[in-house]
């Protein structure tokens, strides 16, 4: 009896060991705050966080030893909320500018992007002087509103996500809608009885999109970078920008082996 229990307590001890070791990996678990309604790159699939920025990071962190639980919210406060530590990281095609640097810490760049102007077809707002009086959609914050804002006598309306700005776009509330451009295009796609077209359009390659984290956690930045950089060196990278964006190629710097998009924090 002794050498049966004995032996009942060697087996349930390795079980306890093995169960600790393979039931769950220890990983840290780190909250990520991103859009869901910008498609290729951020958006919402049967109740799954996906897109290009989300799945590279997804990539990432698996690569770099932590877990991603993703968070919608509204760009307008996703930056504050990393900066404050209620995100660890934001994942919403954020353009590392120099004025959000006094703000959060970026990664290195993970795309490059055009800014573009939706309109109505036939409108004609091709050009920085054709403007004057017009209404243009713009998400709250973003780089688009600032893009915007610098259109000589535009009036910029703010929302609060991309759906909302279509929405009145389509209903003739907007003249333009200020976007980035895979988004316009997925929007137009989406909708082709609706009469649109690209209008003024520019490159926007010196602000890479990039994650944002806090000033503070530098150990976490290293581990982005470092995770970005094998998904570049692999191939990764190009594999899931042609997954996601079907007729935009990818940056060269991105392309399997590229010098990638080095972004340097203030």
């Known amino acids: 009896m002794r050498k049966l229990l004995s032996t009942l307590a060697v087996v349930v001890a390795a079980a306890v060991t093995l169960t600790a070791c393979g039931s769950s990996s220890g990983a840290e678990t ?72 006094k703000t959060v810490a970026f990664s290195n760049g993970y795309d490059t992007s055009y800014t573009t102007v939706v309109t109505k077809k036939g409108a004609g707002l091709t050009g920085t002087g054709s403007f004057a009086g017009k209404r243009l959609g713009a998400v709250q914050g973003s780089v688009q509103d600032e893009f915007a804002g610098k259109l000589a006598g535009a009036q910029v309306v703010r929302f609060p996500d991309y759906n909302a700005g279509f929405a009145q776009l389509r209903t003739g509330g907007l003249d333009g809608w200020v976007v980035p451009k895979d988004i316009g295009q997925k929007y137009l796609d989406q909708n082709p009885a609706v009469p649109l077209e690209f209008g003024y359009t520019v490159l926007d390659k010196d602000t890479p999109s990039s994650y944002a984290v806090s000033k503070s956690n530098k150990d976490l930045l290293n581990k982005l970078n470092d995770g970005l950089a094998k998904a570049i060196a692999d191939g990764t990278v190009a594999r899931l920008h042609g997954q996601f964006f079907k007729a935009a190629p990818v940056a060269k710097e991105l392309s399997q082996g590229g010098a990638g998009l080095p972004v340097k924090n203030l």
């Open 30 to 101: 780190l909250r990520v705050g991103t859009l869901t309604d910008a498609p290729p790159s951020i958006y919402v699939d049967n109740g799954r966080f996906t897109g290009y920025d989300n799945e590279l990071l997804r990539d990432i962190a698996k690569r770099e030893g932590f877990q991603v639980e993703f968070v919608g919210t509204e760009f307008a406060g996703l930056l504050g909320q990393v900066a404050s530590g209620q995100l660890d990281i934001g994942s919403s095609t954020i353009s590392a500018t120099a004025a959000r640097k």
